[in-house]
């Protein structure tokens, strides 16, 4: 599977975090966790576009997204 985000990006994510150090493992982890994430926001994000009658997914659908899965985690 290709990668997604690059291996310096989660790095900097998690020292913004507060992290001092940042194994592998750490950011692989990320990685994952982003992409499902990322999956999930992106599917919630299309049935708020067809629900509007769009088949263009704007901002406002990922913000709104964001909103669903926030509140059902």
Same mark, same amino acid.
């Not at 708020?48 to 509140?71: C, K, M, N, P, Y």
């Given at each position: 599977?290709?990668?997604? %985000?690059?291996?310096?990006?989660?790095?900097?994510?998690?020292?913004?975090?507060?992290?001092?150090? +940042?194994?592998?493992?750490?950011?692989?982890?990320?990685?994952?966790?982003?992409?499902?994430?990322?999956?999930? +926001?992106?599917?919630?994000?299309?049935?708020?576009?067809?629900? &509007?009658?769009?088949?263009? +997914?704007?901002? !406002?659908?990922?913000?709104? &997204?964001?909103? %669903?899965? &926030?509140? !059902? &985690?």
């Amino acid at each position: 599977m290709a990668r997604t %985000f690059p291996e310096a990006a989660l790095e900097k994510l998690l020292k913004r975090g507060g992290a001092p150090r +940042v194994s592998l493992g750490a950011k692989e982890a990320l990685r994952k966790e982003l992409e499902t994430l990322g999956g999930r +926001v992106a599917a919630e994000a299309a049935r708020l576009a067809a629900h &509007a009658g769009r088949r263009t +997914v704007d901002e !406002s659908d990922i913000r709104l &997204a964001f909103r %669903f899965i &926030a509140q !059902s &985690a």
